[in-house]
């Protein structure tokens, strides 16, 4: 077996061994990931389909248009809390906090706050998130 000479000041005896350690912390990071995307992907499936039952063709529930319009041609399942706001929240991929915009009024709720703080109203997410919630 032939030895790599490994000189460093950190906590592993070699190259390997250090390798090895974040492989795990990988595979570890990316199963808590996995399992917040997997609640995601369930309620995304589930919100579209009420929105396909609902209306008969997948539409944005801002301004009820086809969903589908051009330049875009996938639905956009928002959140209406942000995750960047309420980051690891039990609650954050909870159907009630999902909207299916077209790419136009994605952009709009992005840009204006009004429309989301009554979003935030009519859904009563304040008592899933929190009264801060409001009038962001």
């Keep these: 077996m032939n030895f790599r000479i490994y000189r460093t000041t950190d906590k592993y005896c070699s190259w390997d061994c250090g390798k090895l350690d974040s492989k795990a912390k990988a595979k570890t990071k990316t199963t808590k990931k996995k ?15 009420e929105n396909l039952s609902s209306y008969g063709k997948l539409t944005c529930e801002s301004c009820f248009e086809s969903a589908l319009k051009p330049p875009m041609f996938k639905e956009e399942c928002h959140h209406i809390v942000y995750r960047s706001e309420k980051p690891n929240h039990k609650e954050i991929h ?5 909207i299916i915009l077209c790419s136009e009024c994605h952009d709009w709720i992005h840009r204006s706050k009004k429309r989301r703080n009554k979003i935030v109203e009519e859904r009563k997410l304040f008592k899933l998130f929190g009264e801060d919630v409001r009038n962001k």
Aim: no cysteine.
């Design 35 to 49: 399992n917040g995307d997997r609640a995601y992907t369930k309620n995304r499936k589930e919100k579209v389909q």
């Design 94 to 98: 909870n159907k009630d906090n999902l």
